[in-house]
T-cell receptor, first 111, second 113 residues
């Protein structure tokens, strides 16, 4: 079945890089996403990667995909206190269809 | 450009009651998906509406039903509320063809007592 797993907590110092990891089970996943949720808010799409790509970079964000191991990671360079939030890994078969989310990784950034 | 709007923002109901939550999608979007997010959990897919029909459904009982109107707005109805239905209910909109990812609303916090 479809399942997305990620570690629950990550703590880093301001200015360091953060790496959040995720594994998924659905081999037919076409799109893999990272969403950010701040307290009291909905989810915000940060970035996504197509399953035929290995890497995508978008400013401070780098997404790495290992399709063989069904492993996705999000690297945030020069992490700031404003990056403190919950980060959700998610996957879908097509862009506008049902999306499965992980439980979220809570990122704490220490000043 | 208004994003996804949900109402109400907070709601308290008693076990056994019924509730209706509302969502207006982002301008230009035609598809609405509903998610339930329990405290400390990721969002769980309830169902998705497109062209006023339920297109996909997650593992939720029939107590959860919905509707989409011609203007693409949507309602989520939950009957016979249980304490376990307490959660943040998120509406997400997208364009059926051509968009990648959702635009989420801020959610409705439902508390069942």
């Amino acid at each position: 079945g479809e399942d997305v797993e990620q570690s629950l907590f990550l703590s880093v110092r301001e200015g360091d890089s953060s790496v959040i990891n995720c594994t998924y089970t659905d081999s037919s996943s076409t799109y893999l996403y990272w969403y950010k949720q701040e307290p009291g808010a909905g989810l915000q799409l940060l970035t996504y990667i197509f399953s035929n790509m290995d890497m995508k970079q978008d400013q401070r964000l780098t997404v790495l995909l290992n399709k063989k191991d069904k492993h996705l990671s999000l690297r945030i360079a020069d992490t700031q206190t404003g990056d403190s939030a919950i980060y959700f890994c998610a996957e879908s078969n097509t862009g506008g269809f049902k999306t499965i989310f992980g439980a979220g990784t809570r990122l704490f950034v220490k000043a | 450009d208004a994003g996804v709007t949900q109402s109400p923002t907070h709601l308290i109901k008693t076990r056994g009651q019924q509730v209706t939550l509302r969502c207006s999608p982002k301008s230009g979007h035609d598809t609405v998906s509903w998610y339930q997010q329990a405290l400390g959990q990721g969002p769980q897919f309830i169902f998705q509406y497109y062209e006023e029909e339920e297109r996909q459904r997650g593992n939720f009982p029939d107590r959860f039903s919905g509707h989409q109107f011609p203007n693409y707005s949507s309602e989520l109805n939950v009957n016979a509320l249980l304490l376990g239905d307490s959660a943040l209910y998120l509406c997400a909109s997208s364009f059926r063809v051509g968009t990648v990812g959702y635009t989420f609303g801020s959610g409705t916090r439902l508390t069942v007592v």
